[in-house]
Antibody
Framework: VQLLESGGALAQPGGSLRLSCAVS????????MSWVRQAPGKGLEWISG????????DYADSVKGRFTISRDKSNNTLYLQMNSLRVEDSAVYYC????????????WGQGTLVTVSS | EIVLTQSPGTLSLSPGERATLSCTAS???????LAWYQQRPGQAPRLLIF???SRATDIPDRFSGGGSGADFTLTISRLEPEDFAVYYC???????????FGPGTKVDIK
């Protein structure tokens, strides 16, 4: 099982970025997935989740209405579309695979850095 | 929203010593929804314990989890050099729905 994030970059406040998480060893469409971020020197913050199969999505209040989680079955990739970026969105963004039965994350990517600054 | 607090903030111990980390929830939680992670500097988090007391794959048996209701613990029976890291507890909040992490406990070398 491997997860590989990409797409992190320097962005301006109000700008947009799309993060990708290419997975191997399992099928992203059959797995519940999440994005978790970590601001520099800070703790972990769950920001978005996508259920297995059905496609139900959930968001933390801090990103609701600005970020969108999605997946592409054809290339086994998870995405996070980030709009209306704020300085406080600066963080390392991890994608994580949720365990099937109990709600915890058993596989994580290495993270991709997003910096929002003018 | 369930809020998690962790104590202590920092735990200074020597290799070979026992570490006991606490995680307290703002309300009673389903034990199946409580997990612990280890994060070493520059690395992604790693799942240690799920469902409060079940060790994840390839986790050494010196790590153990326990507790119920609103109070949970992670115990490292004998600290190895690679165990000096930050530890986070996490809960799934079915009412939101979503996940919350505690602020973390740093275990450093005394």
């Amino acid at each position: 099982v491997q997860l590989l994030e990409s797409g992190g970059a320097l962005a301006q406040p109000g700008g947009s970025l799309r993060l990708s998480c290419a997975v191997s060893g399992f099928t992203v469409s059959n797995s519940a997935m999440s994005w978790v971020r970590q601001a520099p020197g800070k703790g972990l913050e769950w920001i978005s989740g996508l259920s297995a199969g059905g496609g139900s999505t959930d968001y933390a209040d801090s990103v609701k209405g600005r970020f969108t989680i999605s997946r592409d079955k054809s290339n086994n990739t998870l995405y996070l579309q980030m709009n209306s970026l704020r300085v406080e969105d600066s963080a390392v963004y991890y994608c994580a695979k949720r365990k099937k039965v109990v709600p915890s994350f058993d596989h994580w990517g290495q993270g991709t850095l997003v910096t929002v600054s003018s | 929203e369930i809020v998690l607090t962790q104590s202590p903030g920092t735990l200074s111990l020597s290799p070979g010593e026992r570490a006991t980390l606490s995680c307290t929830a703002s309300q009673s939680v389903n034990s199946n929804y409580l997990a612990w992670y280890q994060q070493r500097p520059g690395q992604a988090p790693r799942l240690l314990i799920f469902a409060a007391s079940s060790r994840a794959t390839d986790i050494p048996d010196r790590f153990s989890g326990g507790g119920s209701g609103a109070d949970f613990t992670l115990t490292i029976s004998r600290l190895e050099p690679e165990d000096f890291a930050v530890y986070y507890c996490q809960v799934y909040d079915i009412s939101r729905p979503g996940f919350s992490f505690g602020p973390g406990t740093k275990v450093d070398i005394k």
